[in-house]
């Protein structure tokens, strides 16, 4: 069966970095795009952006040139590293397999001083 077991977040300070792990099993990766989306307190969810399986990625005006989608086709993992991290980036993380509705468990990421 599909599984994204997520891994990394956290407490950051603004201005630092962090990177987010989705590894992803039970389906075929290497041909799959995947997605990253938040949602914020009292916020729907929103997506951060999409990577395809031969890596051409798309992202949200919000994160664009501080988010960087990558993906390890030969270890079955998507990640999500996030430089330049400001007090509104604070959510739970979530990645997805596009085009259906499996969902990673949600990793919280919280950037404060």
């Known amino acids: 069966q599909v599984q994204l077991v997520q891994s990394g977040g956290g407490l950051v300070q603004p201005g630092g970095s962090l990177r987010l792990s989705c590894a992803a099993s039970?389906?075929?990766?290497?041909?799959?795009?995947m997605g990253w989306y938040r949602q914020a307190p009292g916020k729907q969810r929103e997506l951060v952006g999409t990577?395809?399986?031969?890596?051409?990625?798309r992202y949200a005006d919000s994160v664009e040139g501080r988010f960087t989608i990558s993906r390890d086709n030969d270890k079955n993992t998507v990640y999500l590293q996030m430089n330049s991290l400001k007090p509104e980036d604070t959510a739970v993380y979530y990645c997805?397999?596009?085009?259906?509705?499996?969902w990673g468990q949600g990793t919280q990421v919280t950037v404060s001083s």
């Open positions: 997805k397999l596009e085009l259906t509705d499996y």
């Open positions: 990577i395809a399986g031969r890596g051409s990625t």
């Open positions: 039970g389906f075929g990766f290497s041909r799959s795009t």
